[in-house]
């Protein structure tokens, strides 16, 4: 049996000095996910910079749009509970 050579994806990590395993990305990959991260909320949205905009725990909405715009750092467990509390999921 001949020895498997390394997969594209393998050679995409890094290993830190601890030891934990660090997925590179390729940078038209990062560019997509910092237009989807915001990383302090205006007034406007980033797509289609209409004003019409709600503002939950975790992202930015577009009512105008359906925009969904992550605000980096935002807890993502305050915006499971805003979501149940408001109706917008149901509790399982």
Known sequence: MKPRT??????????????????LLPPAVRAAMAFKHVDAPGDRCGKCDSTFIAYEPAFVHCYCCGNLA?????????QELFEM????????
């Open 70 to 78: 992550r605000i980096a750092g935002a807890s993502l467990l305050a």
């Open 6 to 23: 390394p997969s594209a994806r393998v050679r995409n990590v890094a290993v830190t000095d601890d030891g934990r395993v660090i997925r």
């Open 85 to 92: 509390r408001s109706g917008l999921r149901l509790a399982s």
